[in-house]
């Protein structure tokens, strides 16, 4: 099973990946994990990206297109990938379809996660005090702002790639992580 997950930050993504990594036996690739460890580790990645995500921008798709290209050719990917963070910009989803399409892996679908704006900021507010502030630079209303402006302006066309290709799955994201979950197994065996 190859996916995308998509949706705005706080909608879910990263918990609905876990489920599915275990459901399918996949394994969740987080471009916002690769980053962050880069930051951690304090490598030449990690110093180009660090103000970048701490501001909500969105790092540049030269830099993060080849990150996802390597990453897709490792053993752990063959049974199959769920992208958590990753097309973010239509141009990293024509450059996703170029290289799946060259691996002969082609995408199974692109599960939307369907979220009202107005509960973003509270989950995301509860998220950072749940992981303590240190875990992330960019849980913050400043950040988060731009994070949900960057998504509307950038990302949110992401939806539309998938759905004129018939790939474009929208489940509730809104419903408890139990039942999400159950619809998101619904969609993928339509
Ligand atoms: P996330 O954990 O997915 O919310 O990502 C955290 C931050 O990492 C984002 O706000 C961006 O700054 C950066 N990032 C993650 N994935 C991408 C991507 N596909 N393209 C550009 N920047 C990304």
């Known amino acids: 099973m190859r996916l995308v997950l998509l949706g705005p930050p706080g909608a879910g993504k990263g918990t609905q990946a876990k489920l599915l990594e ?3 036996d996949i394994i969740q690739l987080s471009t916002g994990d690769i980053l962050r460890k880069a930051v951690a580790d304090d490598t030449a990645l990690g110093r180009k990206a660090k103000e970048i995500m701490a501001r909500g921008d969105l790092v540049s798709d030269d830099v993060i297109i080849p990150i996802v290209d390597q990453r897709l050719d490792e053993p752990d ?3 199959g990938f769920i992208l958590d963070g990753f097309p973010r910009t239509v141009a990293q989803a024509e450059a996703l379809e170029e290289m799946l399409e060259r691996k002969g892996r082609p995408l199974d679908a692109a599960v939307e996660l369907e979220v009202d704006e107005s509960i973003l900021l509270d989950r995301i507010r509860k998220r950072a005090a749940e ?3 240190s875990t992330r630079d960019d849980d913050n209303a400043e950040s988060l702002k731009k994070r949900l402006d960057v998504y509307r302006e950038s990302t949110a066309p992401v939806r539309d790639f998938y759905a ?3 790939k474009l799955k ?5 419903a408890s992580i139990e ?3 159950r619809q998101i197994g619904e969609v993928l065996s339509a």
């Open 179 to 181: 039942e999400v979950s």
């Open 164 to 166: 004129r290709r018939g």
């Open 131 to 133: 992981s303590g502030a």
């Open 77 to 79: 990917c063959r049974n």
């Open 170 to 174: 929208t489940v509730d994201g809104m």
């Open 22 to 24: 275990e459901k399918y």
